[in-house]
């Protein structure tokens, strides 16, 4: 199983970014998808995440700016980033709990794409 991060890059404050992720392999299901970023010098930290079920949580720093949605048949997890600002400076991680079977299954993470919101 692979997860596949992408749409990062440099925007001005105020912008905004989308990030998509992608897990592909051997899946049966995949349950919770999720977006982590760690910044220079801090540590990792939970950004959002949804359900299978559509149920979304957000870190209190980026509610009602940042967006998280899936595509389940595409096994696909979208962090639409609006009002960007200095401090959304980050490496962001997608993750997700991947079943490959009924009874096994992990949390995978992608590579870390960068995003940098800068004048």
């Known amino acids: 199983v692979q997860l596949q991060a992408s749409g990062g890059g440099l925007v001005q404050p105020g912008g905004s970014l989308r990030l998509s992720c992608a897990a592909s392999?051997?899946?049966?299901?995949?349950?919770?998808m999720a977006w982590h970023r760690q910044a220079p010098g801090k540590q990792r930290e939970l950004v959002a995440s949804?359900?299978?079920?559509?149920?979304?949580n957000y870190a209190d720093s980026v509610k009602g700016r940042f967006t998280i949605s899936r595509d389940n048949a595409k096994n696909t997890v979208i962090l639409q980033m609006n009002s960007l600002e200095p401090e959304d400076t980050a490496v962001y991680y997608c993750n997700a709990n991947v079943m490959i079977s009924l009874w096994d299954g992990k949390v995978y993470w992608g590579q870390g794409t960068l995003v940098t919101v800068s004048s």
């Open positions: 392999g051997s899946i049966f299901s995949v349950n919770t």
């Open positions: 949804i359900t299978s079920g559509g149920s979304t």
